[in-house]
Nanobody, 128 residues
Framework: QVQLVESGGGLVQAGATLRLSCACS????????MGWFRQAPGKEREFVAT????????DYADSVKGRFTISRDNAKNTVYLEMNTLKPEDTAVYYCALSLKYDGNYYTARSLSEYTYWGQGTQVTVSS
């Protein structure tokens, strides 16, 4: 059974840095794209960042570009999201997801529908 477990969330002040981790068990992530999404209260879940199987290709939402960095360690079956210069509007539950779709070596995915497995989420709260 595939499980994704996020960690690293918390309550921080604006301008701080957090690093989220997402550990996968039950299958290797090495061949697949991974993504981070977030959901704020009363809003729909939205795309944050995605990374291809090797880490060579990444894509970000405009709202986090230049502040967030997605990375992965396939040997540890883990994907990361480093979040710098956090803003109150980054407050949300952050979810990682695993896509089983393959569409070329540099495949990444922005759409929720491209992902098969999801973690339970980790809360990030940024105070002003």
């Amino acid at each position: 059974q595939v499980q994704l477990v996020e960690s690293g969330g918390g309550l921080v002040q604006a301008g701080a840095t957090l690093r989220l981790s997402c550990a996968c068990s039950g299958r290797t992530i090495a061949s697949f794209a991974m993504g981070w999404f977030r959901q704020a209260p009363g809003k729909e879940r939205e795309f944050v960042a995605t990374i291809n199987w090797s880490g060579a290709s990444t894509d970000y939402a405009d709202s986090v570009k230049g502040r967030f960095t997605i990375s992965r360690d396939n040997a540890k079956n883990t994907v990361y999201l480093e979040m710098n210069t956090l803003k109150p509007e980054d407050t949300a539950v952050y979810y990682c997801a695993l896509s089983l779709k393959y569409d070329g070596n540099y495949y990444t995915a922005r759409s929720l529908s491209e992902y098969t497995y999801w973690g339970q989420g980790t809360q990030v709260t940024v105070s002003s």
